[in-house]
């Protein structure tokens, strides 16, 4: 409780984060992290505690309907962009913390909002996209299509055109159309100087690596300073459960 903070946005919705503390006394910069769908942040506490022995401050940031933030419609990363400037602008208006380098870190629907927050952040000092989705609308017919012997998840499966009115319904009810949320289209407006780490997993089914690599080869930068990871034998999201140590 010591580390919660209460994010209000403009829109008026009360967004939880936690600040836990790096390593060493003085933090040599700030990372904001952004979890998945379905999760909290909570599934996050592995990454920060990478980025704490590195000499992060981690605000691990719970997303709109998520954990224990507000109630607000879903939109997929559209207004979850807005909530995390929100989140960056709480975090840099604090005592010592504007000068500092920041750092930003999605997982899976958490890339979308840290993609499309960019555009909108001054002075961002690298970025982590791990499992990221290149286009909501091709995700969600991805996890709706999803058949594998065994795995719960097949029962999500859904032909058409009862997904492409699934898509739209959940358009109408949040107030969004999901053909608004392509970070794909996004990226290439990237500072060309910013290092990008993206991450993609060999048995991701929700971010596949040739979608994965579809995004990484439209950001502007070169290689070097940006880097693409492609960990073998590990699903969406997992790397760094199942790969710390290359993580």
Known sequence: EGRRHEVTTPEGLALRAYCVEPVAAEPAFVAVLVHGLFRSSLELEPVAKMLRRQGGECWLVDQRNHGASGRAPFTGGLRESDDLVAVVDYVRGLP???ARPLVL???SLGTIAVTLALPRLDGVAGVVLDA???DLTAAAHRLMTFQR????RSALYMAEPWRSLVVAAIGAWSGFAMSEVQPIEVVPSMPHDLPVLVVAEELDDR???A?????YGRMPQHEGTKELWLVPGVGHGKAFLDAPDGY
């Open 149 to 152: 012997p065994g795995d719960r």
């Open 132 to 134: 990221p989705i290149e």
């Open 105 to 107: 870190f999605g997982v």
């Open 207 to 209: 971010a596949p690596p």
């Open 96 to 98: 010592g913390r504007a």
């Open 211 to 215: 979608t994965v690599q579809q995004l």
